[in-house]
């Protein structure tokens, strides 16, 4: 079975531009979550939807939205980018209820200059 | 004062050897709790979800002492790939309601031969 799927893998921009991020869930996943990680840091959780809706919002500007398909997969969308938003995005998705464990994609490591 | 935190380490420890880490949460509504390895430029994996009961896999324990608010996770007979860093991880909500999921800082441990 594919586990979760992000895309792209790398990403190189310049401030102020605009992003999108892509994530697929493991199939039979329902929820999507996303999270934000720098060097030497723990993931920061972002976003977390289930079944297409919003459940949970991190410390983040409103620069940062995302939305969940009727499919279940999911975009992070990232506008005004400042060099700051340079991270690693992480991915992941889970069966329903708060105990179901993440499954983490691979991550997309955005590079903002 | 963060909301989970961890001794950042580094634990420098033998082959052979047992180590313990702690990890603390100020929100006593914290629902569920979990430890992940994460590997240098890799994706958080699973490590093992932390029950009320305490429970244990193979050579790694964890525990939850939620009048205290903390988690530990204890390693016996570490082997040289047990070598990561180890992230606490407190689910503070319900799939019904907002969900937020918080990532210590990790805790980083390297076995050496």
């Known amino acids: 079975d594919a586990g979760v799927t992000q895309s792209p893998t790398h990403l190189i921009k310049t401030r102020g531009q605009h992003v999108t991020l892509r994530c697929s869930p493991i199939?039979?996943?329902?929820?999507v979550s996303w999270y934000q990680q720098v060097l030497g840091q723990g993931p920061q959780f972002i976003f977390q939807?289930?079944?297409?809706?919003?459940?949970g919002r991190g410390n983040f500007p409103d620069r940062f939205s995302a939305r969940q398909f009727p499919n279940y997969s999911s975009e992070l969308n990232v506008n005004a980018l400042l060099l700051g938003d340079s991270a690693l995005y992480l991915c992941?998705?889970?069966?329903?209820?708060?105990?179901?464990?993440?499954?983490f994609g691979n991550g997309t490591r955005l590079t903002v200059t | 004062r963060k909301e989970v935190e961890q001794d950042p380490g580094p634990f420098n420890v033998p082959e052979g050897a047992t180590v313990a880490f702690n990890c603390t949460y100020s929100?006593?509504?914290?629902?569920?709790f979990f430890w992940y390895r994460q590997d240098c430029r890799k994706e958080p994996k699973l490590l093992m979800s932390v029950y009320s009961s305490g429970n244990e896999d193979g050579r790694f324990t964890a525990q939850l002492n939620r009048a205290s608010q903390y988690i530990s996770l204890l390693i016996r007979d570490s082997k040289l790939s047990d070598s990561a860093t180890y992230l606490c991880v407190v689910n503070r909500g319900r799939y019904s309601s907002a969900s937020k999921i918080i990532f210590g800082s990790g805790t980083r441990l390297s076995i050496r031969p």
């Open positions: 929100n006593s509504a914290s629902q569920s």
């Open positions: 939807y289930y079944e297409k809706e919003e459940r």
């Open positions: 992941a998705s889970s069966l329903a209820g708060e105990n179901s464990p993440l499954h």
């Open positions: 199939s039979g996943h329902k929820s």
